[in-house]
């Protein structure tokens, strides 16, 4: 897989592979493997925000752990400024570290509650051994400032915020080290929606400011149309579909892609209410996944060609992948 690139991209995803082993019987012997992440490939440009969609247990936050090498890959590469994570050095990983940072979807569970504010924000310079104690304390002074929240909450514990405060608190935390790169997994999914379009204004913001480029995670694509400059689409594993944001929103080619669209709900109910495409059936399990195209046992358009063999995944014009036999039908 490959993509028309102009000057060489910030991160570069080749044939990612994630399999977690299932295990059974009193010996507890592998039985199978579940392919959270299959062959999957990327890239992303420098303060680009690349969207990755789909629906819950498509492996989209395993692809984005798996980038940062929070879990272990089952195969493939990722390079960050050209340079592959994997084959790094204990202390080489370290130091990169400081350019990849992860905001997480839960604004209460990954702050710890036992911890101040202040002390949460300036982990990672410890860790990193950034700045002696003022330096810290300037340095996570400005990162609350930069994300609307006072210095004095440094002084706070978590419990004494609402949740999208919390997710402030979280971007401070990934922001004091000054990354290049963001993986935000689903940072507004767990917010009231007028918190959300906040914090979607504050990490476009912080982007435009600081340079930033986010790998954005998410289930939502109205969200996700709001922030991303491309999206890709993941359903099982794989990904299905690529394309710059606008152009995917007015002409998606894969079914599947058409069928999430169709469930964005139109914000002026005096437009032309678009046809809802109900999927059939249930997602195929992981362990098992069906052969050829995954997507066709869901598929109101699939044939014969669907079970046979694999669509392949090509570019059907400048900027726009689909891995669908049959997507010159959708059109």
């Not at 490959?2 to 592979?17: C, N, Y």
């Not at 890239?43 to 819950?56: A, F, N």
């Not at 609350?144 to 608190?169: D, K």
């Amino acid at each position: 897989m490959s993509e028309t690139r102009v000057g060489a991209p910030l991160l570069e995803v080749e044939h990612l592979r994630k399999y977690f082993p299932v295990r059974g019987g009193l010996l507890q012997r592998q039985v199978g493997k579940v392919h959270a992440v299959d062959d999957v490939s990327f890239t992303l440009g420098e303060r680009e925000t690349l969207g990755l969609v789909g629906e819950s247990g498509c492996g989209k936050t395993t692809t984005g752990r798996v980038v940062l090498d929070l879990i272990p890959p089952s195969g493939g590469s990722v390079k960050y400024a050209g340079r592959d994570l994997f084959t790094l050095s204990r202390a080489e990983k370290k130091r990169t570290r400081r350019d990849l940072q992860i905001i997480f979807q839960d604004p209460y569970g990954s702050l710890d509650p036992r911890m101040p504010v202040g002390d949460i924000v300036a982990e990672g310079l410890q860790i990193h051994g950034l700045l002696d104690k003022k330096g810290r304390e300037v340095a996570v002074r400005e990162a609350l400032e930069a994300v609307g929240l006072r210095a004095e909450y440094s002084r706070r514990y978590p419990h004494e915020f609402s949740g999208g405060q919390r997710q402030r608190i979280g971007i401070a935390r990934a922001l004091v080290l000054r990354p290049k790169l963001l993986v935000c997994d689903e940072p507004v999914s767990a917010l009231d929606v007028s918190i959300q379009s906040q914090v979607l204004n504050l990490l476009k913001d912080l982007q435009r400011e600081f340079g930033l480029t986010y790998l954005f995670i998410a289930h939502n694509l109205a969200v996700v149309r709001y922030i991303a400059d491309r999206v890709a689409v993941m359903y099982l594993g794989k990904i299905v579909e690529l394309a710059p944001a606008d152009e995917l929103y007015r002409e998606p080619r894969m079914p599947y892609t058409i069928a999430l669209l169709s469930a964005i709900p139109e914000a002026d109910p005096r437009q032309r209410r678009k046809k809802r495409i109900v999927l059939a059936g249930e997602v195929p399990s992981p362990v098992d996944p069906p052969s050829g195209c995954r997507f066709r046992t869901r598929c109101w358009l699939a044939q014969d060609v669907c079970a046979e063999r694999e669509p392949e995944w090509r570019e059907l014009h400048p900027g726009h992948w689909v891995a669908c036999h049959l997507a010159e039908q959708t059109g």
